[in-house]
């Protein structure tokens, strides 16, 4: 059985931050990763998509983390084909964008915006950056997020081979945002492809019904590890504010319709990341604690030094373990 690790998409969320989660005396950038690495096993950054990650801000995260955490770390969005403004890249890069914007719909992942030279840039620095996770062992993966426009198809296909040949080494995840990745006629393919790059297919939960609803499609592709990113089940996904988008609170039924798929999952990966992206005030912590307790998961490294509870609460059991 692998390990099962829970957190959520965020821990430095404004929203999350104004929520009083954190408890006085750490609610500083040093005190709230100390305090999250407490209560979870694994966090995602997502600052890492909108704009290039620092070696010195990864060597800090490690630094402030004990061993065994892990950190699930976005890429940066023109290696995805996402809308990329000049104001992202470091400043010796912004003249190299041409027109001063790369990626969208119009060019895709290929984006003639991007110049090969700029992208073989920011592939090394951002490689770079990551250097000081991995050498530490807190690097989980680094989650490629693909936009609603990349779909299936032969171009496709041969921009993930080409990704996974420039991230050699790493552990990838890969989570889709077009549905038809994932429907019946396709999963199988979709599932091969990526187990022939070693990439983790990442399963999702958001709500169904939508055009751009993707199925809660559970597959292990890798052995090393699984993902699954729950994004709350607001029908405003796609559309609205991030609030409108991402607010939702999770209900008890909701957690237990993932815990057979999450020990599922857990016989055939050696690490299984269960993250919560429902981050809108608090949501997604009480959900991640929820979920833990859910599914007996690793405690946290830092489980033994809880620190105060927030709202004057009797202190919880670290996730994982039952309440006394």
Sequence with gaps: MGRIRVGTCSWTDKALVGSGWY???????????????????????????????AERSSRVWAERTPEGFRFD??????????????????????????????GGARGGPASPAAAPELLDEVWRRFAGALE????????????????????????????LRAAR?????????????????????????TAALLADLDASA???????????SVPPVAEVTSARLAVIRLHGRSPAWGTGSKEDRFRHDYTPAELAQWTPRIHA?????????VLFNNCCADAAVRAAEAMARLVAAEPAPGAAEPGPSPA???????PGHAAP
């Design 73 to 102: 770390v976005k890429a940066f969005s023109l290696l995805t084909g996402h809308p990329t403004t000049a104001r992202a890249l470091p400043e010796d890069l912004r003249g190299e964008l041409r027109g001063g914007y790369g």
């Design 265 to 273: 999952m857990a016989e055939r990966a050696r690490d299984v990341h």
């Design 23 to 53: 408890p006085p005396g750490r609610r500083d950038a040093e005190g709230r990763l100390r305090f999250y690495a407490s209560r979870f096993a694994v966090a995602e950054v997502d600052a890492t998509y909108y704009g290039l990650p």
């Design 202 to 212: 990442v399963a999702v939960d958001m709500a169904q019904g939508l055009p751009s």
């Design 132 to 159: 000081p996770l991995r050498r530490a062992g807190r690097l989980g993966a680094v989650l490629f997020q693909f936009p609603p426009w990349f779909a299936p198809g032969a171009r496709a296909a041969a921009y």
């Design 165 to 189: 040949e420039r991230a050699a080494g790493w552990p990838v995840s890969v989570e889709f945002r077009h549905p038809a990745w994932w429907r019946p006629e396709r999963r199988a393919d």
């Design 312 to 318: 004057g609460e009797a202190p919880q059991a670290p």
